[in-house]
């Protein structure tokens, strides 16, 4: 997935976006320094592990290195997997500029740490006593697409759509392409109640919570930051 060129440049350089997906990767290159055990330590304590974020809440120590309280910003920066990471930062970049440039960079970042604070909180209520660690950069992205999808309604994503042994392209618009993401996740989420960590594909667990709350937060607080106080021509995009 990678976008067309426009016709109009970018306004801003979306210099947010590209430290977001650096940091990101320079956290998951440590993680793959780690061991075994050191790497569950890791998790444990800068992850979201809904019990003990059930008992933070509740005033109970938890006794860990960093307050618990903090982790719902710090787990966002965790991936499990090459998949993960990559997936996760593939749409950050695809869809994080054409935000920023619309917010600005230090409403995005506010923006951005709020979409995942939000699908963090989420995915714990319906999993608040879960000793899983929960991770990833999805909710916050998750954020990025819903205000995606208000602003670029009619923007086209081409799409490979797999039929048998063919691989077409077709180009789809941005409500449709990511108000069936939105609607699939919410469907996931309600019928798989028991799958409780974002910890990527290679350990099959996805926060389908995270990703529908997620995604409403960023159509609520996108709005509220100023995503329709500028006029941006939309993007065309691969995906």
Same mark, same amino acid.
Request: hydrophobic share 55%.
């Given at each position: 997935?990678? /976008? ?21 990767i ?35 120590? +938890?006794?860990? !290195? ?5 982790? /719902? ?24 500029n054409?935000?920023e ?34 991770? !990833? ?6 954020? +990025?697409?819903g ?25 789809? /618009? ?34 389908y ?31």
């Amino acid at each position: 997935m990678v /976008p067309l060129k426009d016709e109009n440049p970018i306004k801003i350089v979306p210099y947010i976006t590209y430290i977001l997906i650096a940091v990101n990767i320079l956290v998951f290159i440590y993680e793959l320094s780690l061991n075994s055990n050191q790497l569950d330590i890791f998790f444990h304590l800068f992850a979201v592990v809904p019990k003990e974020l059930t008992a933070s809440f509740n005033g109970v120590d +938890v006794h860990q !290195g960093i307050p618990e309280i903090v982790t /719902p910003v710090t787990s966002q920066f965790l991936h499990a997997g090459f998949t993960h990471v990559g997936f996760n930062m593939l749409f950050l970049w695809i869809f994080g500029n054409n935000i920023e440039e619309e917010l600005g960079r230090a409403k995005f970042v506010l923006f951005y740490l709020s979409c995942g604070v939000i699908a963090v909180l989420a995915q714990w209520f319906f999993s608040a006593m879960s000793t899983v660690p929960s991770l !990833g950069a999805s909710g916050a992205i998750a954020g +990025v697409m819903g205000a995606y999808i208000l602003k670029f309604p009619q923007a086209k994503i081409v799409t490979v759509i797999p039929l048998g042994i063919f691989f077409p392209l077709f180009k789809i /618009p941005a409500v449709y392409f990511l108000g069936f993401w939105f609607v699939e996740q919410a469907l996931n989420g309600i019928s798989s109640f028991e799958v409780t960590a974002s910890v990527g594909m290679e350990s099959g667990g996805v926060a389908y919570w995270a990703h529908a709350g997620g995604f409403i937060a960023g159509a609520i607080l996108g709005p509220m930051l100023g995503l329709f106080s500028s006029k941006s021509d939309e993007k065309v995009l691969n995906s």
